[in-house]
């Protein structure tokens, strides 16, 4: 069904079926690239002197990720790079600039992380390279170590991005494309570092049904109950490398990861859509129709530079599963103190028979 008969629908208000304590019924707050430290300060007004406001969207920076599910947050976003040799990003060249420039930023990766084999965490390669954590394996550690600790978590769902655009600058890194055997490694990191019994998969939804989009159709997402300490994952890519990952899986069968994919493809299950103020009907269909969904409160840094709630508002009312933020803590760099807070609840477009307030924990 195409965009603008959805949000024909969402206006109409589809009358749905109303189940108990679906996974699919809470709201959530999340954080968008959840691994960001952001670019070190020194490096940053130097970068900024050099391209401008184009760098002003990369001034926000993150707690450690336990940090903010100790804080109540319940989606993550984690980019990573290909790196099957390793060494590849072990030597960014912001690194080098700093030096040349004689700035002063911490050190980076003093235990040699990045020579290992294996996926890094990395926002843009060379000038956004520090991160929380340096690989996805050390992440993946501490994410289980937290959802050991704390076993009747809510489902947490992270987005990630296969990182593969360097910036075409001399000594910049070029990184490598995510091809079938990437994406086989990629699945494959996901198991190791988690475990199959810590993991939602296509297949635990798709059940019985001919499709993972006909379950999705039919409100089949798992209880609540049952997804409680566990953890999706959704690749959020277009095009090739969507077309890649779904290769040879059709209706994501074997896959750990959800996809971005669209209505009327039976591998359409999670959506993301970023713009609630434009598109907060076309996201009320989409919910209402058993689509997971995730949209962003701010993007970019402008709603913090202008202490803008507007774009919240619209993610609150659009009924998105997930509503991703940079601010659930203020940024002291911009006036205002604009900051996005919310505990998980119920959704108000899928609410339960039954409605106690589902724990945090």
Do not use: C
């Not at 933020?325 to 505990?343: E, I, L, N």
């Amino acid at each position: 069904m195409n965009k603008l008969i959805g949000i024909a629908m969402a206006f109409i208000g589809m009358a749905i079926p109303v189940f108990s304590q679906q996974m699919n019924q809470i709201q959530v707050l999340g954080s968008h690239n959840s691994y960001h430290t952001g670019v070190d300060p020194a490096l940053f007004t130097f970068l900024r002197s050099k391209y401008g406001a184009r760098m002003d969207g990369l001034e926000y920076s993150h707690l450690p990720i336990e940090r903010q599910l100790e804080m109540g947050l319940r989606a993550l976003e984690i980019d990573v790079v290909y790196d099957p040799k390793g060494g590849l990003y072990a030597h960014p060249a912001g690194l080098q600039i700093e030096k040349e420039n004689n700035l002063e930023g911490p050190p980076y990766d003093p235990q040699g992380l990045m020579l290992k084999p294996g996926f890094k965490v990395i926002h843009v390669p060379d000038i956004d390279f520090r991160s929380n954590v340096y690989t996805l394996q050390q992440e993946l550690a501490l994410l289980k170590a937290w959802s050991n600790a704390h076993p009747n978590h809510l489902p947490i769902p992270i987005t990630m991005n296969a990182k593969d655009d360097g910036l075409k600058q001399p000594g910049f890194v070029e990184p490598l494309k995510f091809d079938k055997a990437a994406f086989d490694a990629w699945d494959a990191e996901l198991l190791q570092g988690l475990g199959r019994e810590k993991l939602i998969t296509p297949d635990d939804v798709r059940g019985a049904y001919p499709t993972l989009e006909a379950a999705v159709l039919a409100h089949a997402w798992p209880k609540l109950s049952q997804a409680r300490g566990k953890f999706f994952f959704v690749l959020d890519e277009t095009g090739k490398k969507l077309e890649t990952y779904v290769e040879d899986h059709p209706s994501l069968k074997g896959r750990v990861m959800f996809v971005n994919q669209t209505e009327g493809h039976a591998e359409a299950a999670f959506r993301i859509v970023n713009d609630p103020k434009q598109d907060w009907a076309y996201i009320q269909y989409l919910v209402r129709s058993g689509y997971y969904v995730r949209t962003r409160a701010d993007a970019d840094t402008v709603e913090a530079r202008q202490a803008d709630y507007s774009r919240l508002r619209m993610a609150l009312i659009s009924g998105a599963q997930v509503v991703s933020t940079d601010y659930y803590v203020p940024d002291a760099r911009f006036a205002g103190g604009y900051v996005v807070k919310f505990a998980a609840r119920w959704n108000s477009l899928l609410l339960p028979l039954e409605r106690p307030l589902p724990a945090v924990e």
